[in-house]
């Protein structure tokens, strides 16, 4: 399920291809990679490809938007309310899924007048930039590539921060777990040493992680992890079937949960959302690949209202199960006394533990060709293995900074999903058809829409690192399950710091 996530832009057909049908990718060597900042076009060229079915580009949507961000959405519908935030994510999905289309419209137009075969986001957005009505845009079209690929790294290397953060937190509660079970028939009366046990450190877990991490990184083909791919996204599927059967016992009645929430709370819940949708990425490969990509729209359409069904679906029902007690993710709520929900939180943690090699792999490839291609030949493989295994600390580090999953879900979605989801596309389309009198209409339109991706990159940012600086007023109200119950607010306070 969301292993193929978020290719982003024109790096992302580098990750597509060796998840999508096993192309042999080693034709490329490293000194031709070597040559200029992002020299990746003859990856993801698709002249002479066999392309992918109908099916397989549903199945490919459908992997890459559901991930991390569907377990936090519960905890989204409770910073906007029981009826304004499943209103608000049909919303959000449906802007999400028109900028999709505005994406592969543009590139279409784009292809033709430049005479290319397909074009990746930062190209896409490159080439609206240089036929444009404005000079200085004109001047500076290299400028949109950068900047989509600065938010490409950001993005991706932000979702590597929030699987650090789950894989501690999932891990810790189910270590957390088992200790109880042996220790309490062993000696019922002996709560000190069992509460020490239980108040490990959460950034004890994420350390535990990094030296696995960084061995997996070190896999640089693609190609070797499809087999795990393949089993992540099973295990991903089991357990959502499993939250499913769970979250539907026991729905609280709606009518007892608040209908609208602050507004102080709202920019929480976009940032949250935005985070959910976060497959915009995948769709121009998926479309460049596709046999008959005159069939695309229709598969973007059943994909994503599959994605936008099952977003609502879990985020509505997984509130009035657990109300004000829902965490950062569904699956902390999850009982830690009975194995097949502990079982769901490793079956979960195993797939993100894949899919966080492959969406290292973007950043990855965008940045260390800048220092491989600065050092001997004889150093280009350790270089290249010293910065992997320094991008990997940084990500862990985030964690370690800001040690809870919805904050870092929300700060990531605010900042880069909204920009490369909400804000470029419609800019996009009016750079790339002002020629042809876009209507008023659909002026006001594109920028609607991207003054809503703006002031929800601006709020969402602005309220995000204000509860990450100033947590104590609202620690306990969003704690994501990692701290025991017997911890008081201080000790909360002072382990976030």
Request: glycine fraction near 6%; aromatic fraction near 10%.
């Amino acid at each position: 399920m969301a292993v193929i996530c978020q290719e982003r832009l024109r790096k992302g057909m580098e990750v597509m291809k060796p998840l999508i049908d096993e192309e042999d990718s080693d034709g490329i060597s490293d000194e031709e990679q070597e040559n200029t900042f992002l020299p990746v076009k003859t990856h993801y060229q698709l002249e002479n490809e066999e392309g992918i079915t109908f099916i397989q580009t549903l199945t490919h949507l459908l992997k890459g938007n559901i991930g991390t961000g569907l377990l936090g959405l519960p905890l989204a519908i409770k910073n906007a309310g029981i009826v304004v935030g499943p209103i608000s994510l049909v919303f959000i999905g449906v802007i999400s899924v028109h900028c999709m289309h505005i994406l592969v419209r543009c590139s279409h137009s784009l292809c033709q007048r430049m005479k290319k075969s397909s074009l990746g986001y930062s190209d896409t957005v490159s080439c609206a930039m240089e036929v444009g009505p404005l000079t200085a845009l004109q001047k500076r079209a290299s400028w949109g590539r950068y900047v989509v690929d600065f938010f490409l790294v950001i993005t991706q290397l932000g979702f590597c921060g929030v699987y650090v953060v789950f894989l501690a937190e999932n891990v810790k509660q189910v270590h957390e777990g088992f200790l109880e079970s042996k220790i309490a028939p062993m000696n019922i009366n002996a709560t000190g040493s069992s509460s020490e046990k239980r108040n490990t450190d959460l950034r004890i877990y994420m350390l535990c992680f990094l030296p696995f991490l960084v061995l997996l990184v070190f896999i640089r083909d693609l190609k070797s992890l499809s087999l795990l791919s393949l089993l992540a996204n099973l295990s991903m599927a089991v357990s959502l079937v499993i939250i499913y059967q769970y979250i539907v016992r026991d729905l609280a009645d709606p009518r007892k949960l608040p209908p609208v929430v602050g507004w102080k709370k709202y920019p929480l819940f976009f940032g949250t959302a935005v985070f959910a949708f976060e497959g915009i990425g995948v769709v121009l490969p998926l479309e460049n690949r596709m046999k008959d990509s005159a069939r695309f729209p229709q598969a973007l359409n059943i994909g994503m209202a599959i994605v936008m069904a099952l977003y609502i679906s879990l985020a509505t029902l997984g509130y009035m199960r657990f109300g004000d007690e829902v965490k950062g993710s569904i699956t902390l709520n999850l009982p830690q006394d009975k194995w097949l929900y502990q079982s769901v939180k490793i079956l979960y943690s195993f797939g993100i533990f894949v899919t966080y090699s492959i969406q290292f792999y973007v950043p990855a490839e965008i940045l260390t060709p800048v220092v491989t291609s600065r050092v001997r030949q004889k150093w280009k493989l350790l270089s290249e293995l010293v910065v992997r295994a320094l991008l990997v600390c940084s990500t862990c580090a985030v964690a370690v900074l800001i040690p809870r999953l919805d904050l870092v879900i929300s700060f990531v979605g605010a900042v880069s999903s909204s920009t490369l989801g909400l804000i470029l596309p419609p800019l996009v389309e009016i750079l790339t058809f002002y020629k042809e009198n876009l209507s008023l209409l659909t002026i006001f339109k594109d920028v609607f829409i991207a003054v809503v991706g703006f002031v929800g990159f601006l709020t969402g940012t602005y309220v995000t690192v204000e509860e990450i600086i100033y947590p104590a007023s609202t620690v306990l109200a969003n704690a994501t399950g990692s701290f025991p119950t017997d911890v008081n607010a201080t000790d909360l306070v002072v382990g976030l710091k």
